[in-house]
């Protein structure tokens, strides 16, 4: 075979004549990546979240202040939008009957509280963004307090960055010196007392001006009741606690974000459903230390390494509870957590 018969070969191989190209059946341009820009976008807060709508505030504290039903863009399918986010906010915004925002993008976050199914889960749930302050409401009888569940939603506070506050209610049924004095090493943990037709509205109203405040609690401690003394038109469901399991019924069945209003200013309550456990799994175990502040202090006698539990060698803890100068009630608590999360890498 000669060298032009090679060629001719070549050109054959070369040729794209015959190939077939699908035709476009719809005539419109191929997709791409590149997402709008969405400059138009307005920024609302996010109230509430139904059944994949979310309930949003625009032009907050303007003149054109009114809530508006927006839906998740497509491309957020997969990044969480919860109560208390600042979301940026496309489409219809008129907020009229029938109409339809779109969530395309959630501005920064300044803060997130969380927490997982249990210790050993950390796959983390979002409670709450951009809260600056929780509100822990805690019955003094019926149900009876449980200084553990109160020191697990300080380590989520501290985790998040949030001033913790404590409400006790129901102090007409009992006194809560005993449980309060689980927490006499938190100098910064502000105390509010509340009983049956003596509930400091006034008192704990003006904590909340200008802040935005997540209230938690374990179910039937009267935390719906609270957050309707202190927005009366917030239409929160109450129950009671069964007299056989001594536990409160569930009946807030999601977070809202309400207006605080009082002659002073206002603010955000954020209303939680009640819970019974409240799983740290998400948490850096280094934050629990740190969540109480009169044991970290006692800790810095502690040998280098010092895991702080029972059998800690020189343990700085071990000895001032052994001497008195530490509670052994609240030590125990810290060291029930340490040991939890001291075994979460081998489970």
Known sequence: MSWLDDSDDVDDELDESDVRVRPNPKANRPRTKRRPAHEDAR????????????????????????????????????????????????GDTSGRE??????????????????????????????VANADQMLLVVAAADPEPRPRLVDRYLVAALDAGV??????????????????????????????????????????????????????????????????????????????VNEVTGRGRHTSSSTVSLRYRNAVGTGWVIDTPGVRSFGLGHVDPANILRAYPDLDAAAEECPRGCTHLPDAP?????????????????????????ETFGGRGER
Do not use: W, Y
């Open 98 to 127: 029938g109409t339809l925002g779109r969530i395309v993008g959630i501005e920064e976050r300044t803060s997130l509280l969380r927490r997982s199914a249990d210790d050993t889960d950390q796959v983390e749930r979002v409670i």
């Open 43 to 90: 920024v609302a807060r996010v109230l509430g979240v139904d059944r994949g709508r979310f309930t949003v505030l625009m032009d907050e504290d303007g003149p054109d202040e009114h809530e508006v039903t927006a839906a998740r863009a497509r491309e957020l399918r997969r990044s969480p939008i919860v109560t208390g986010d600042l979301a940026r906010v496309v």
């Open 163 to 240: 001033r913790p506050l404590l409400v006790v209610t129901k102090t007409d049924l009992a006194d809560p010196a005993g449980f309060l004095r689980h927490f006499d090493g938190l100098d910064d943990l502000r105390v509010f007392r509340s009983a049956e037709g003596e509930v400091p509205v006034a008192e704990i109203g003006r904590a909340l001006v200008g802040h935005s405040t997540v209230f938690v609690g374990h179910s039937g401690v009267g935390k719906s009741t609270l957050v309707n003394a202190l927005v009366p038109d917030a239409g929160r469901a109450t129950g009671h």
């Open 314 to 338: 020189d343990c700085a803890l071990n000895e001032a509870v052994a001497d008195g100068r530490l509670p052994a009630a609240r030590v125990d608590s810290l060291q029930r957590l340490l």
